[in-house]
């Protein structure tokens, strides 16, 4: 087996590839300078988190190529135990741990480039970060920055409810759309008050629309800063589901803008980052950044040490978000898998994540059998053979077509897979709360004396709920209509569990997907089940993308005995 560092690509017609640095346990990627003029500031993005940074991932990778196009070598990153950063040891600081990982960025960025400034550029909670960190800097730009942090955790609950996970905050644990905190850690963040901060840099460019960044720009000025003020454009559509959303164009203007006016002095002495092998150690396990195919981006997970086994499991994108996963499933999977002797490649399909793209992608009609054809190939390269895909919503629908049409898949598990047949028109939104809940789940409802005294209270939405279950009443007569794609789903299924194959089908107890299961297999999955192979686990409790820790341990746990591991 080769040993795996950053696989060469093939040449893309776009900017120059980003190139992956690690640095204290974080993983990130440096975009080196290029164009016509190479400067002495250096540029480092620090990301929000939970929800924030999944929805900003893919925009903040498109600033960041923006501006080193405009001369500014610029590195993004995880922060300490979020996303590919290794965990914190237990009773850590997450804060402290948080704002000195904006440090040791900048600090990264200065060794692997030279560049003499630094200047820090947030969004929300990294807005927050960068402003507490200061780190040496030259110019903070604070994009909609989370000014006050009660507020922000409030939000962060109501986001929880419209996203139809609920989340946590019981003392012990405040838990929302993906993201988890210690009470402790949510106490101090609760805490936090931008406006009472002792110092800033020279220069700061914030942009955001709130009486509260008033009260930031003028304390700011107070300090001696030079603050440049912007409104947001595009604010909402940045923050839609991450299939969906757009980068805000015209606010990522108005940075490289600012910075262009306000850090005009170039690079005597330009300095390209060397080539090097890049890697992090989580307990048991060993990782190394990857590109290969048409510049597709990933992670490999091998077990620490010599190991004889050909076993791989690929994780694909959940929806539109990058590939870590919501709550971070796929990377917690990955090491776990790694200690019992599994290796693993999560990797961002083409357009999502790290992986650049210039073609316009949608979350089902972009096929992504030629992205997971290239990372089976890629695998098998490393000597890995045995292969099994992950996926959770429309990553189960990709990975049960590549099942179906990729001889070297040896097996899938799927995750609440919200389509098993797409058709042009359908909704997207599945899984969101104005989609509702399974039918199943209405039914259990309806036998429920708690149920009925909502409904006479008024809290029950009697014509969303009857407008679901017409929606799901029509699909199903209409379903012969569609025989052909029908038969062809059934017939795939059962042609790979002839050929051995396995496919496994986890799906939460209130998820819309148990209906579209209904809908092709017959109640209860009965023709999924009736062949060798091909099983199904429906669950109480399991939220439609595993934001709740508690869904993500029951995905765990269930992946541990498909795998038999």
Aim: glycine share 12%; aromatic share 6%.
């Amino acid at each position: 087996m080769t040993s795996p560092q950053f696989a060469t690509v093939q040449a893309l017609d776009l900017a120059p590839l980003a190139r992956p640095v690690a640095f204290e346990g974080c993983f990130g990627w440096l975009h080196p300078a290029h164009g016509p003029m190479p400067r002495k500031v250096g540029v480092v993005i620090v990301p929000g988190v939970g929800r924030d940074a999944r929805c900003g991932h893919k925009p903040l990778r498109l600033l960041a190529e923006q501006l080193a196009g405009a001369g500014f070598a610029t590195l993004r990153y995880d922060h300490p135990g979020q996303g590919e950063g290794l965990e914190l040891a237990e009773g850590q600081d997450v804060l402290e741990a948080w704002t000195q990982g904006v440090a040791q960025a900048a600090q990264a960025l200065r060794d692997a480039t030279g560049v003499a400034e630094v200047v820090l550029v947030g969004l929300r909670l990294g807005a927050t970060l960068a402003a507490l960190a200061q780190a040496d800097a030259a110019g903070l730009v604070l994009l909609a920055p989370v000014i006050l942090g009660r507020r922000w955790l409030r939000e962060l609950k109501v986001a929880a409810v419209l996203g139809g996970t609920g989340g946590r905050d019981d003392g012990e644990v405040f838990e929302a759309e993906g993201l988890s905190l210690a009470s402790d850690t949510a106490a101090r963040l609760s805490g936090l008050d931008l406006t009472a901060i002792h110092a800033t840099t020279p220069k700061v460019l914030m942009i955001a629309q709130t009486e509260a960044s008033d009260l930031l720009g003028e304390h700011l000025k107070g300090l001696g800063a030079d603050v440049a003020r912007a409104d947001f454009p595009g604010y909402d559509m940045l923050f839609e589901d991450a299939h969906s959303n757009r980068a805000p164009t015209q606010v990522f203007d108005r940075v490289a803008a600012w910075l262009e006016a306000s850090f005009q002095e170039r690079a005597t002495d330009p300095r390209q980052p060397p080539e090097a092998a890049v890697e992090l150690r989580p307990p048991g396990a060993v990782e190394r950044p990857v590109r290969f195919g048409e510049g597709l981006a990933g992670v490999l997970c091998q077990p620490d040490g010599d190991h004889e086994s050909r076993r791989a499991v690929i994780f694909c994108n959940t929806g539109g978000d990058p590939r870590v996963g919501i709550g971070g499933f796929a990377v917690q999977a990955s090491r776990l898998l790694a200690r019992k002797g599994v290796a693993s490649l999560r990797f961002d399909f083409a357009g999502l994540g790290d992986s650049p793209s210039d073609a316009p992608i949608h979350v089902y009609e972009t096929s992504r059998q030629p992205d997971l054809a290239a990372a089976i190939s890629f695998l098998n390269d490393e000597g890995l053979s045995d292969i099994t895909l992950v996926g959770a919503c429309a990553g189960a629908y990709h990975a049960l077509a590549a099942a179906r049409q990729d001889p070297r898949v040896g097996a899938v598990f799927a995750i609440n897979a919200a389509k098993l047949i797409w058709r042009p028109g359908d909704s997207l939104a599945v899984g969101r709360r104005d989609e509702g809940k399974s039918t199943a789940a209405y039914k259990a409802g309806f036998r429920q004396p708690e149920t009925w005294m909502r409904l006479l209270k008024g809290q029950v939405d009697v014509g969303a709920v009857a407008a679901t279950l017409a929606r799901r009443l029509v699909a199903r007569w209409t379903r012969p209509a569609n025989h052909g794609e029908v038969a062809a789903l059934r017939g795939g299924m059962a042609a790979f569990a002839s050929r051995g194959g396995r496919a496994h089908l986890l799906v939460g107890l209130d998820d819309p997907s148990l209906d579209e299961v209904a809908n092709y297999f017959g109640p209860e999955g009965r023709n999924w089940r009736a062949h060798d192979g091909l099983t199904l686990s429906v669950r109480a409790g399991i939220d439609h993308g595993l934001a709740l820790a508690f869904s993500r341990r029951i995905a765990l746990a269930e992946l541990q005995a498909f795998l038999g591991v």
